[in-house]
Structures are given as C-alpha cells and as structure tokens.
C-alpha cells in the first residue's frame, strides 16, 4: 500500500517500508516528521529502505557534500555558508555578512 504522510506511515503494520519518493514537503517542519517517523517505524523493528539515517543526511545538501568529502570522494568545489556567519547579533540574517561570505567563497 501506499502512505502519504508520516502518520499513515505510523499507522502500517509493514514489516518493510522502501521510500521510492516523496513529495515535496510542504514544510521543514513536515520533512522532520517524516524522518522522526522512520525512526520510529525502525525502532519498531520494521525494515526502512533506504535508512532514516541515511535520509538524514542526504536532507541536507552541505553535510552530504561534506560527509562525501571526508570520505575522499571527488564532489564539486563546495564552500558551505553556515547561518551562524550570515547572523547578526540579533539573530537576523544580515545582507552585509551574507554578500561578504559570498564574495569571500567566491573569491577562492
């Protein structure tokens, strides 16, 4: 059968569950469901294809392009702006520190 969303996928009795796609989450807060739904389903001892961790991690295109290159395999030249250097004091996204980090990235 197929779910839709993470409670339907809650709700399976599956003994396997294989994520073939998905839809464009409408939400950061709906793809952090879905993943804290796989991990349950596996702690459950339901079989999850590919992993929630692995879902994790290619989630997030800087830690997958990171992870890659810790590994020594050959990835696109890649500098990562993390949000902590394109925040002000205040905790607002700055255009002065994010066009620097820009200029400074691709200035190397």
Known sequence: ????????????AA????IISYLTQ????WHA???D???????????VYPSAAFKRLI????DYLETLGRSGL???PTRVLRHS?????AGAVSGPLVEAALHTALSQ
């Open 33 to 35: 469901a879905l993943l």
């Open 85 to 89: 250097e394109l925040v002000d004091s």
């Open 26 to 29: 409408p939400s950061y807060a």
């Open 15 to 18: 003994d396997v569950v294989v």
């Open 1 to 12: 059968s197929t779910a839709r969303t993470p409670a339907e996928l809650l709700a399976s």
């Open 74 to 76: 050959p990835i696109c």
């Open 59 to 62: 989630s997030c295109k800087a």
């Open 37 to 47: 739904a796989l991990c349950t389903l596996e702690s459950r001892g339901v079989d």
